[in-house]
């Protein structure tokens, strides 16, 4: 694993591991529609605090309808985004499965929804029979990955026949033509995708504020600067490359073959 994944990893297990209050749900960056015009996703009040981190949730599902369907969210994290899922799409069942053995514990605790479950387990090596799942959902998780094809190959194996791989996540951007490159040869059909990074800069902008209150209530001082970067928190290196365009944040929607219709 490189530097720069060993980096993320380290970040998202000190969350699981030292943040235990169930209040910090979502991990994602965000997203905010054009002219920061979200006033249209109708939220419960325990949700509105998340709004920006849900719009991407929403961006990445983009009106595929998830009713009675199976969805399996890959990198679930703290949990939040499969109980929004389940709790408002209403799908059959949601399956978290996060390689975070302390996040899948704390999901267990604190998130329900009807059929919500969690799982511990390596996005490489699910531990699921081939064509369990209708849709799976993948929101900023992949660049950890150390094969990026190896996981693309278990979404495959995963998906049922005309199944929905639902995928949010950035590059550098002189690495976004690898990332396509990628998801063309996975054996699914890449039907659509979309830089959002500016939606995503606009939403780091409207969140810096509690992001920052986040970090210095819960986190000890000697990890600020680590978990600043890694909240793209405004002044950090991580805002700055999106910003500048040297970070591409992209949305993707790909299908499962069904039979008698080439991949």
Same mark, same amino acid.
């Given at each position: 694993? #490189?530097?720069?994944r =060993?980096?993320?990893?380290?970040?998202?297990?000190l969350l !699981?591991l030292?943040?235990?209050?169930?209040?910090?749900?979502?991990?994602?960056?965000?997203?905010?529609?054009?002219a #920061?015009? @979200?006033?249209?996703?109708?939220l419960?009040p325990?949700d509105?605090? @998340?709004r920006?981190?849900?719009?991407?949730y929403?961006?990445?599902?983009? *009106?595929? @309808?998830?009713?009675g369907r199976?969805?399996l969210?890959?990198?679930?994290?703290r949990?939040?985004?499969?109980?929004?899922?389940?709790?408002?799409?209403?799908?059959?069942?949601?399956? *978290?499965?996060?390689?975070?053995?302390?996040?899948?514990d704390?999901?267990?605790?604190?998130?329900? !929804?009807?059929?919500?479950?969690?799982?511990?387990?390596d996005?490489?090596?699910?531990?699921?029979? @081939?064509?369990?799942?209708?849709?799976?959902l993948?929101?900023?998780?992949?660049?950890?990955?150390?094969?990026?094809p190896?996981f693309?190959?278990?979404?495959?194996?995963?998906?049922?026949p *005309?199944?929905?791989l639902?995928?949010?996540?950035?590059?550098p951007t002189?690495?976004?033509?690898? =990332? =396509?490159?990628?998801?063309?040869?996975?054996?699914?059909?890449?039907? +659509?995708?979309?830089d959002?990074?500016?939606?995503?800069?606009?939403? =780091?902008r409207? +969140? #810096?504020?509690?992001?920052? !209150?986040?970090?210095?209530a819960?986190?000890?001082?000697?990890?600020?600067p680590?978990?600043?970067?890694f909240?793209?928190?405004?002044?950090?290196?991580g805002?700055?490359?999106?910003?500048?365009?040297?970070?591409?944040?992209?949305?993707?929607?790909?299908?499962a073959?069904?039979?008698?219709?080439a991949?």
């Amino acid at each position: 694993m #490189d530097g720069r994944r =060993l980096g993320w990893r380290t970040a998202y297990e000190l969350l !699981a591991l030292r943040v235990r209050r169930p209040e910090w749900a979502f991990m994602n960056y965000g997203y905010a529609p054009a002219a #920061d015009d @979200d006033g249209d996703l109708a939220l419960s009040p325990a949700d509105e605090p @998340d709004r920006l981190c849900i719009n991407l949730y929403e961006r990445t599902i983009d *009106g595929v @309808d998830l009713t009675g369907r199976d969805v399996l969210e890959v990198g679930s994290g703290r949990g939040g985004g499969s109980a929004y899922v389940a709790r408002t799409h209403g799908p059959r069942s949601v399956v *978290g499965l996060d390689f975070s053995a302390a996040a899948v514990d704390l999901s267990r605790r604190h998130r329900t !929804a009807p059929g919500l479950t969690f799982v511990h387990g390596d996005a490489q090596a699910m531990p699921f029979p @081939d064509a369990s799942f209708d849709a799976v959902l993948n929101v900023e998780s992949s660049h950890c990955y150390p094969s990026l094809p190896a996981f693309l190959g278990e979404v495959r194996r995963v998906l049922r026949p *005309g199944g929905v791989l639902l995928l949010a996540d950035f590059r550098p951007t002189d690495a976004v033509p690898g =990332l =396509l490159a990628d998801l063309r040869a996975s054996g699914l059909t890449l039907v +659509d995708h979309a830089d959002v990074t500016p939606h995503v800069v606009a939403a =780091l902008r409207r +969140d #810096d504020t509690r992001k920052r !209150a986040l970090i210095g209530a819960w986190l000890p001082r000697v990890v600020h600067p680590l978990m600043r970067r890694f909240a793209a928190v405004e002044g950090s290196r991580g805002f700055a490359a999106f910003a500048s365009g040297r970070t591409t944040y992209l949305v993707a929607r790909l299908t499962a073959p069904t039979p008698g219709t080439a991949p």
